[in-house]
């Protein structure tokens, strides 16, 4: 098995769901791709899909659902119509704000 697929399963494990796995994996790596910085060091020739593999499965990202939004809501583009949130990717890294 390829490091790739080890760390695959590692996140898809630590995730504990394949689709919000592939969606915290795309979402992160749009993140990295627009210069987000990484949480594990990048080597040169590393793809960010790797990148986000490591840093899920060494438990650098952490899922954190959207509170759910009133039915009035004018936007309800961030909640499906059963009322289910969407996943957001959250740094288990502290912010560095002191204030």
Known sequence: MSQQHELLDSAIKQVGNRY????????????LYHGAPSYVERREDESYFSVV?????????????????SSYASEPSTADENGASTPVAQSTEPSGDTD
């Open 20 to 31: 919000v796995a592939t969606m915290l994996v795309a979402k992160r790596i749009r993140q």
């Open 53 to 69: 593999l490591r840093e899920i499965a060494e438990g650098h990202l952490i899922l954190q659902e959207r509170p759910h939004e």
